[in-house]
């Protein structure tokens, strides 16, 4: 069997580490990003920064201030809720094809990923349980073919992924937690059964809105 090489370029690389770093929070809302010292870091030109820097505004992760430098961006309560009320109509439309479509292999994927999330909700492996969640996710827009709708939530992806690891870092005192709450969306599909498997995840989806944006939680911005 073939596999497929995908080539990155150097600003590509520069983009995803940067990127990556953001959305751990290692790198935090309202930071300066300094195109010298990203250079020295990365061993690369500062051009090529620039071009990675270009990939990042794109993704709204970093603002640029005119004469004011490069900043990582902030989100507020506001960017949080219209993004889950957005993935609330995106997912139950993917959930309404995939129902339709799903396949036993399609099942024995989401299950096989399933699992990975309750190991690292054994092992309180937040990043394991990040990448799991978005799999996990993911294969449902796939299973839903239909392209459009697969490459918005490609679009957004890097925004919630943000959202996710701020919410469940501080949020989730028990990952395994979380990793349960996906076993009644899983059995929704081995049913077939469409509003269950909506319901299922609008409480899921819900719920999770909830631990960030309940009252005296935190302040407006999350920082």
């Not at 957005?86 to 989401?110: G, H, K, N, P, Y």
């Amino acid at each position: 069997m073939k596999k497929t090489v995908v080539y990155k370029s150097l600003s590509e690389q520069v983009y995803e580490a940067i990127k990556d770093s953001i959305i751990r929070a290692e790198l935090k809302s309202g930071d300066r990003i300094v195109e010298l010292e990203l250079a020295r870091t990365y061993g690369v030109s500062q051009s090529t920064v620039r071009e990675a820097l270009a990939l990042l505004r794109k993704d709204e992760l970093v603002v640029t201030h005119g004469n004011k430098g490069t900043y990582v961006s902030n989100f507020s309560k506001k960017d949080v809720e219209e993004m889950y009320s957005f993935r609330e109509v995106l997912e139950t439309f993917a959930i309404s094809r995939a129902i339709e479509r799903i396949t036993d292999a399609d099942i024995a994927e989401l299950e096989a990923i399933y699992n990975e999330m309750v190991t690292a909700g054994q092992t309180d492996d937040i990043e394991k349980m990040r990448i799991s969640d978005v799999a996990f996710h993911s294969v449902i827009y796939k299973i839903a073919d239909h392209s459009f709708v697969y490459q918005v939530w490609q679009d957004v992806t890097n925004k919630m992924n943000r959202v996710w690891y701020f919410t469940n870092q501080f949020y989730f005192s028990d990952l395994l937690e979380l990793a349960y709450m996906h076993k009644p969306i899983l059995d929704a599909f081995k049913n077939k059964n469409k509003e269950e498997a909506c319901a299922t995840f609008i409480t899921h989806l819900n719920y999770v809105r909830h631990q960030f944006l309940g009252p005296a939680k935190h302040e407006d911005d999350a920082q």
